[in-house]
Each structure stands twice: as C-alpha cells, then as structure tokens.
C-alpha cells in the first residue's frame, strides 16, 4: 500500500551527506539503514508530476 507524500522536502546543494545517501539509494532501489538498535528499510521509486508541480520544484529551470 503507498501512501501520499504530505509535504516535499527540499534538499539544497550544500546538503552533501543527504545527496549521496539518496544517490546510492537511486542506484540500489533499497537500502537497510541502522539508526541505532533500529533497522529501517528504505525503498525509491520515482514519481509522477504534473506540469504545474514540476515548475514549482524546478522554479521554472528546464529539466536536464
């Protein structure tokens, strides 16, 4: 069952750690992620976006 996305987070160029850990997560499709005595699996899929959606994401820039 997917459940909807409630609110976007945006991550900014300076927030290396959190790029690379979404970049090796991109590659994988999934990740176990232990954060102290818990382990999480962590899965990406990508999304659909409407037009309107995208121009907000993208501020207008073209997609590459």
């Known amino acids: 069952m997917r459940m909807p996305s409630k609110e976007i987070i945006v991550i900014g160029e300076g927030d290396k ?3 690379d850990f979404l970049e ?7 990740l176990h992620v232990q954060l102290g005595r818990d382990v999480y699996s ?8 409407s037009d309107k959606g995208r ?8 997609l590459e």
């Open 17 to 19: 750690e959190v790029t």
């Open 24 to 30: 090796k997560l991109r590659v994988a499709g999934r």
């Open 42 to 49: 962590v899965s990406i899929s990508r999304d659909a976006v």
């Open 55 to 62: 121009e907000f994401l993208t501020k207008g820039k073209p």
